[in-house]
């Protein structure tokens, strides 16, 4: 009973305070909005692809995320999710779908052949998508398991929640288009 007597409730510094009223940093509510709403646009050719699929359904479900709308327009998503052996012939398409995507965008190589072109080291074979996009979030495996993909999208997560909200707009970033040949 005595420790309950010293107990004392500390009040709010003037002008902070009041009913609903939360004070932080217009970066991290962005951040946190952005990376609880990503909309993901799956690129997928190969068996990658259908592990996506699982990771989709209900015993791993990708909704809890906040990514369960996907979307096949890349003008309605921000998360370009590529899964696959990506040939040559498709890179052009695949930086196509890239560029059509709008600001802020975020890509997720799932595999090894979307990561490195995975056992496939062949003339006809993109060697990674890194050579025609920025990547930022690898996945490794062959195929990964949905476990894997998830544990990838926490990690962009992550990064889409400390991203400062000027960063798109900054010289760094900026150049890093530019070496893509993106403008």
């Known amino acids: 009973m005595s420790d309950q007597k010293d107990?004392?409730?500390?009040?709010?510094?003037?002008?902070?305070?009041?009913?609903?009223f939360f004070a932080t940093?217009?970066?991290?509510?962005?951040?946190?909005?952005r990376a609880n709403s990503l909309w993901p646009l799956p690129f997928a050719t190969s068996c990658c692809g259908i592990e996506f699929m699982a990771t989709m359904a209900a015993t791993y479900d990708l909704a809890r995320f906040g990514s369960e709308r996907m979307s096949f327009s890349p003008r309605q998503a921000d998360m370009l999710l590529v899964m696959g052996t990506i040939a040559k012939k498709m890179a052009p398409i695949l930086r196509q779908v890239y560029e059509q995507m709008a600001e802020p965008?975020?890509?997720?190589?799932?595999?090894?052949?979307?990561?490195?072109?995975g056992v496939f080291d062949t003339y006809s074979v993109l060697q990674g998508i890194d050579k025609v996009i920025p990547v930022d979030v690898y996945v490794p495996g062959c195929p990964p398991r949905?476990?894997?993909?998830?544990?990838?999208?926490?990690?962009?997560?992550?990064?889409?929640?400390?991203?400062?909200?000027?960063?798109?707009?900054?010289?760094?970033?900026?150049?890093?288009?530019?070496s893509y040949n993106i403008t």
């Open 146 to 178: 949905p476990e894997q993909i998830l544990d990838g999208i926490l990690t962009l997560q992550d990064i889409v929640k400390n991203e400062s909200v000027r960063r798109r707009s900054s010289p760094e970033y900026q150049e890093l288009l530019a």
């Open 7 to 20: 107990i004392k409730i500390v009040g709010a510094p003037a002008g902070i305070e009041g009913q609903g």
């Open 25 to 33: 940093k217009l970066d991290e509510v962005v951040g946190l909005a």
């Open 105 to 117: 965008r975020w890509v997720i190589a799932v595999g090894a052949c979307a990561s490195s072109g």
